[in-house]
């Protein structure tokens, strides 16, 4: 059975850093694109970064771009997105996702199967 477990998420006040990692199981990672999405309230998710199946090509929404950074490890099947000089805005609910198409602007409707997310705040 498929599970996708995100973990890292926290509190930090604004400027600070937080990693987040997501673990796949029941699935062999190794031949997906992997996506990172977040979710504010009451809002629709949202692409923030991706990386493929090799992990020599990341993509990068604006949100995202020069704070955060998507790697993998395809022996642990896992993910991560580093993120620093966090924002209020960058509040949400984080989701790690499995696809297979890693490109801009990243669509959450060719990512089928996703994990339960991992709520992150900003705040002071």
């Known amino acids: 059975q498929l599970q996708i477990v995100e973990s890292g998420g926290d509190v930090v006040p604004p400027g600070g850093s937080l990693k987040l990692s997501c673990i796949v199981s029941g699935l062999d990672a190794v031949g997906h694109a992997i996506g990172w999405f977040r979710q504010a309230p009451g809002k629709e998710p949202v692409g923030i970064s991706c990386i493929n199946p090799d992990g020599d090509i990341t993509v990068y929404e604006d949100s995202a771009s020069g704070r955060f950074t998507i790697s993998r490890n395809n022996a642990k099947n896992t993910a991560y997105l580093e993120m620093n000089s966090l924002k209020p805005e960058d509040t949400a609910v984080y989701f790690c996702?499995?696809?297979?198409?890693?490109?801009?602007?990243?669509?959450?409707?060719?990512?089928?199967?996703w994990g339960q997310g991992t709520q992150v705040t900003v705040s002071a």
């Open positions: 996702a499995l696809g297979d198409v890693c490109n801009s602007p990243l669509s959450r409707h060719v990512y089928p199967w």
